[in-house]
């Protein structure tokens, strides 16, 4: 779980659903292929101490790893306390890649040295930072290469100065989720969103003048110099489509998104959502129940009315008798025209991207964890 300084594919399974592929389109395969279960997760580990150096004998194919990581979970989970509890900030170059690409609120970073001055910014700042590890969903295998997406509740407080000014000694609680692809022992490509909203607002700082600053003073990359999927939506200018029928994981979540966010159709919520689903969002956002994920889902579309959004990866681990835990990651954009989140209306042009985990059971989501670059969704919207 890195730090930047703002600086043949197996078969889907149930759940079933009215999704697929964008009309017109091809059916995308996933990059990765699904773990068929559990055995290898936070969930079958939960028993150990999770830090220790002995986790037993490997339990699956890793070339090139070194030899006492056992499996991918524990690849990851014990890589981020090194580099954070035990501050081993150089053990970064074992395991990054000198080229890799790790985006974060501020867009893509290029480089190790990058990640490595991130983190000792990071633990200047928050020394005494503590991540403990609540999900690890992962796909692939030794000749794919793995990915990761690890959900971590980061604990510390503020004790050393950073860009917004000196320590203030506050305590900060909340967590993060990182998307990592590795491969050989070392990690190539990284999503990461720290839920820099929450944090600001933990140690006491005026998020919106934050993010006024931060976008005035050119930190963060402009709306055309952004890797930007292009959106079925705004395809063309033609009406978005319906999914076509379809069935499986993928076919589920890609429906999900396209059906609620580029045909409007909140209704979709209701399809896919257990009725008692508890919902976690960005900035510590917090919900029950389908009115809940409908709430935000309403808002975001208020506040942009042309957004459109499109996925960009869906991997997942887990069988229809164990459920389906699934990692997603989005891009989307859209103009500020509306006043649900973010007041008066700038008209401007923003770029969102987002990372969620999504837990099924029986067909339906019963839990949702969800992030969004919105401390970058501020600094473009407040930029002078």
């Known amino acids: 779980m890195a730090d930047v300084e703002h600086q043949p594919a197996a078969q889907d399974q149930t759940p079933r659903s009215n999704g697929g592929a964008p009309a017109g389109a091809p059916p995308a395969q996933p990059r990765f292929t699904p773990a068929p279960d559990h055995a290898v997760s936070v969930r079958a580990r939960r028993s150990r101490d999770l830090r220790a150096a002995d986790q037993g004998e490997r339990v699956q194919p890793m070339r090139g790893f070194e ?23 150089g053990y970064i170059y074992d395991t990054y890649r000198s080229a890799c690409r ?56 503020h004790l050393g100065p950073w860009r917004w000014g000196p320590a203030t000694g506050r305590k900060v609680h909340l967590w993060v989720i990182a998307n990592c692809v590795s491969e050989e022992n070392q990690i190539f490509e990284e999503w990461v969103l720290y839920n820099d909203v929450a944090r600001l607002h933990q140690c006491g ?38 999914h076509p029928p379809g069935e499986g994981v993928k076919h589920f979540v890609r429906a999900l998104f396209h059906d609620t966010y580029n045909r409007r ?21 917090e919900g029950y129940g389908r ?15 042309d957004l459109g959004l499109h996925v960009d990866e869906v991997y997942w681990m887990g069988d229809e008798a164990q459920g389906f835990s699934v990692s997603v990651r989005w891009t989307a954009t859209g103009t500020h025209r509306g006043y649900a989140l973010y007041g008066e209306p700038t008209g401007r042009r923003v770029h969102l991207w987002g990372l969620n985990q999504l837990y099924i059971k029986d067909g339906e989501i019963t839990e949702e964890w969800a992030l969004f670059n919105e401390f970058d969704v501020l600094a473009q919207l407040l930029a002078d």
């Open 265 to 285: 159709d909140l209704s979709a919520i209701d399809r896919a959502y257990a009725t008692t689903v508890r919902w976690h969002g960005g900035s510590l956002r």
């Open 291 to 305: 009115a809940d994920v409908r709430k935000m889902a309403r808002a975001l579309m208020a506040t942009f009315p």
């Open 102 to 157: 790790v985006f974060t609120d501020s867009g893509m970073q290029y480089g190790v040295e990058a990640v490595v001055e991130g983190t000792m910014q990071h633990l200047n700042a928050f020394p005494d930072s503590r991540h403990y590890a609540d999900e690890v969903i992962w796909a692939g295998n030794e000749d794919e290469g793995y990915a990761t997406s690890h959900r971590a509740l980061n604990v510390g407080h």
């Open 67 to 89: 030899d006492t990581y056992v499996d991918i979970v524990d690849y990851i989970i014990r890589i981020t306390d090194r580099i954070w509890e035990d501050q081993d900030v």
């Open 205 to 242: 700082i005026d998020v919106r003048a934050a993010a006024r600053a931060s976008g005035t003073a050119g930190h963060r990359l402009p709306l055309g110099q952004r890797e930007i999927t292009e959106v079925e939506r705004l395809k063309g200018g033609r009406n978005p489509q319906p």
